[in-house]
């Protein structure tokens, strides 16, 4: 893996970007209003709380190239909720960045199995606090 430069840092921003639709799209906010508005000027972090398997938990999408999900009831206020799901940027080459998840493997995203994968591992949170 290579290490990340200041002149990275906008593609970064645009790859979060490009992120945070596809998620906000697919994981709308709880609260069922719009969430992306192409005209307004995006504040990173962004996070909003979505409701998935009936439980509300919250995305956090970072212009650093981070995607979290955690928890995002009563548990999520806590400072730093331990994360359900968590993606980064990992540069490969000299100008090439894959999403990768905490051990380093490639994670093809954004993609329509990562919906289930969140599912997936929600399921497996609830599963362990039932």
């Known amino acids: 893996m290579n290490s990340i430069g200041l ?8 790859l979060s970007t490009i992120a945070y639709k596809w998620l906000s799209e697919n994981f709308p906010k709880s609260d069922n209003q719009s969430n992306f508005d192409p005209n307004s000027e ?3 972090p962004i996070r909003w709380k979505t409701k998935i398997e009936g439980e509300i938990f919250e995305w956090v999408v970072s212009d650093m190239g981070s995607i979290t999900l955690r928890l995002g009831g009563l548990e999520g206020n806590r400072r730093n909720p331990a994360p359900i799901f968590y993606l980064s940027l ?5 100008v090439d960045f894959h999403w990768a998840d905490p051990d380093g493997n490639f994670v093809s995203f954004p993609d329509p199995t990562i919906v289930n994968d969140v599912k997936t591992r929600v399921q497996l949170y609830l599963d362990s606090v039932s």
Do not use: Q, S
Not at 7 to 14: M, Q, R
Not at 90 to 94: L, P, Q
């Open 7 to 14: 002149n990275d840092l906008p593609f970064l921003k645009e």
């Open 42 to 44: 995006l504040l990173f």
């Open 90 to 94: 990992r540069k490969k080459e000299r």
